[in-house]
Every structure is written in C-alpha cells, then in structure tokens.
C-alpha cells in the first residue's frame, strides 16, 4: 500500500502542527559532529520540507531527497515562500538506493522515523548506505527513532485526532499493532476530510514501522560505516534516552 498519498500529503503539516520544527532545528545545529554554519546538509526523507526550509533559512544549503512526490511539491512551495530555494534542492528517490551527484556533505538527516519505515535488516543497511556514501568522513548522521524498550513499556493503542485546518475538519483515526518478534509495529490510518457537514474525501493507509533497540543501532552502525557517537530522549533531547522514552534521536558518525 502507498504511504503519504495527495490527500495524506496535504493533510500532514496541519496533523503534525503542534510539532516544535524550530527548536528540532536547533536540536540538529547542537548535535552536529565537523560542520559549521552554512555547510551542505542532506535531509534523506525530507517530506514536506520542515526541517530542510528552516535549516536552509539559518545559511545552510539544503538537498531534500524523499519519495512522495506530494510532499516535496509542497517542500519546494515552502522554499519559494520563505526566498530560500536557491539554498535548496529537493528530489524524488528512494532513500535506500538514492546516489546524488554530490558526495562529500558535511552532515546527513533522516529524521520524524524515516529510518523506522525500513523494515528488513537489509533496508535499513541499504538506507545508512546511502547516507555513508553521500557524507565526509567525521561527518554526523543524525536521525530520530521509536525506541524499542519504551515502545514495548507503553504499548500504542486505538488514537483519535481532530484538526480544523484553512475550513476543513480532518479527522485521522489510528489502530496499531505490535510484533514484537520483527520489532514491527503496524499502524493502520483512517483518514476522513470534512467541509462542513460533507465528507469530501475518505483515504486508507498502513505504515509498517521498525522500532529499535540500543545493540541493534550499534551493530548497523558499525556494518555501515560508522560510530554511534550518542543516543539521547526525543524531543527532549538533552536528557538521556530511558526505558520510558518512547523516541530517541541518535547521532552516527562517519568513520
């Protein structure tokens, strides 16, 4: 089943509103490993552009690589909107077989659990890949991810969520399931678009999440090429990761 459809696309800023992009940007400027203000950052599975228009917007230059055409039209009218695209550039690939023109990038990102959608031991090898073969040595990978110990303490369960957004209700209703046995978690979308008393659209997706475990980050990074340098809480970022943390942002460093 596709993810991130048109419709899902367009729903995504207004469902993930609340999120605090700017202080997550200042997240990834603390966690940055050999880069300075203005270096060449990639961000592999950019969706509609939130970390990479304000990332570009602080000096540095920008390339966006994600697979939902919906979603980077929508990065790219971001970029436009703020005056930045000339700092950035944004394309369509598949973040596990993606290969730029441009090697040599100061810093990688894979951040909101791009990392997670891949699923089999090979798709996540395949997508720190293609990281590593895009970045300098010394260079930060900084990525965020479900942690497996807290995922497994707080199990998900059925969730509601109700957005008015620009005369629109958007109504997403959430089932998940967990197996454990693959660090699997299914997440199943029900999402409803309403004007007023009328449905208009009515869209259907699963997203298969990986959630992970400390050893298993260590042993990808290091198949892949590179050191697990830290592994704190999410968003809270400057507490250390617990057996209650539900996310973790890591920082790989290439070797």
């Not at 970390?51 to 690589?65: K, S």
């Not at 695209?85 to 993606?98: E, I, K, L, M, P």
């Not at 990281?131 to 199990?155: C, E, N, T």
Request: glycine content about 10%.
């Amino acid at each position: 089943m596709k993810v991130f459809g048109t419709t899902y696309a367009g729903a995504y800023d207004a469902l993930y509103g609340e999120k605090n992009y700017s202080l997550e940007c200042d997240m990834i400027e603390a966690l940055l490993i050999g880069s300075s203000k203005g270096g060449n950052l990639l961000d592999l599975g950019c969706g509609t552009g939130n970390h990479a228009v304000p990332l570009a917007d602080r000096g540095y230059t920008v390339t966006g690589v994600d697979l939902s055409d919906a979603m980077l039209e929508r990065a790219r009218e971001k970029a436009v909107r703020a005056g930045i695209s000339a700092n950035t550039q944004f394309h369509n690939g598949d973040v596990r077989t993606v290969r730029l023109d441009r090697e040599g990038y100061d810093a990688a990102l894979m951040m909101f659990a791009v990392l997670g959608y891949q699923q089999s031991d090979d798709d996540v090898r395949a997508a720190l890949g293609s990281a590593r073969y895009h970045l300098k040595a010394g260079s930060a990978f900084i990525f965020d991810v479900w942690y497996g110990p807290g995922v497994v303490a707080d199990r998900p369960g059925p969730r509601e969520r109700i957005v008015e957004n620009a005369g629109e209700k958007i109504v997403r209703r959430t089932n998940t399931h967990l197996d454990e046995a693959r660090h699997l978690c299914s997440v199943k979308f029900d999402l409803e678009i309403w004007r007023g008393e009328r449905k208009v659209d009515d869209v259907h997706e699963e997203h298969l999440m990986r959630y992970f475990f400390p050893d298993e980050l260590q042993r990808f990074a290091a198949e892949c090429g590179f050191v697990l340098k830290t592994l704190r809480n999410f968003p809270d970022w400057q507490q250390p990761v617990g057996e209650t943390s539900w996310n973790a942002v890591g920082v790989f460093q290439a070797i």
